[in-house]
């Protein structure tokens, strides 16, 4: 009931196409879900977060679109350059709840 | 500070021994969560303080496990008799008020090595 399923666990993508990365979740008192990139060394940084009354977000390159009905949100990141080559989380946080539900992460690679 | 400092950056430790983790965060945030990172694993929950107090330490793996937030700031994760599955990065995030409004702001994080 607590998880985030994230998929793919690994990504290559070439420079200027589109990066898409899914997750799935079961509990239905998430109600924000945020996505985190984390670049090797550091830790992770927000990227982008959701409500689910909302079925798209858009700030530049980076999308979320989320499904309610499906319970699943994926990230898109348009005209991927370089510098996005980091590991993807993406997160959900229960109703009254402090604490985030992070997914497996995914390790992004974009060629150049 | 500018951002949330966690020391120390690496660790190797004995199996056995105890360690100390430190967690300095942003002067005036009030929430602060500790985590572990597992090798290819995600972000695994330990422990959550608001103020000096843990209303959320539902994380925490084992009774080896203790955390403690003295004056609203700094944080201290304590490990005992260390095993080799301790091994991760712990990180530290803090938060200026509810998560959902804010976000956290995480540190580098602390790599822990058990042999």
């Known amino acids: 009931q607590q998880q985030v399923k994230q998929s793919p666990q690994s990504l290559i993508v070439q420079k200027g196409g589109i990066s898409i990365i899914n997750c799935a979740y079961e509990?239905?008192?998430?109600?924000?879900f945020p996505w985190y990139q984390q670049f090797p060394g550091k830790g992770p940084a927000l990227l982008i977060a959701?409500?689910?009354?909302?079925s798209e977000k858009k700030e530049g390159r980076f999308t979320i679109s989320f499904n309610k009905s499906a319970k699943q949100f994926s990230l898109h990141i348009m005209d991927s350059q370089p510098g996005d080559s980091a590991t993807y989380f993406c997160a959900a946080r229960s109703q009254g709840a402090q604490k985030l539900v992070f997914g497996q992460g995914t390790r992004l690679t974009i060629n150049p | 500070g500018a951002g949330v400092s966690q020391s120390p950056s690496n660790k190797v430790t004995e199996k056995g021994k105890d360690v100390e983790l430190r967690c300095d965060p942003i002067s005036g945030h009030t929430a602060l969560y500790w985590y572990r990172q597992s090798l290819g694993q995600g972000l695994e929950f330990l422990i959550y303080f608001q103020g000096n107090s843990a209303p959320d330490k539902s994380g925490l793996p084992s009774d080896r496990f203790s955390a403690e937030r003295t004056g609203g700031s700094v944080s201290t994760l304590t490990i005992q008799r260390t095993q080799q599955e301790d091994s991760a990065v712990y990180l530290c995030?803090?938060?200026?008020?509810?998560?959902?409004?804010?976000?956290?702001?995480f540190g580098s994080g602390t790599r822990l090595t058990v042999v």
């Open positions: 995030a803090s938060s200026l008020g509810q998560a959902v409004v804010y976000g956290y702001t």
């Open positions: 959701i409500r689910p009354d909302v």
């Open positions: 509990n239905t008192a998430f109600d924000y």
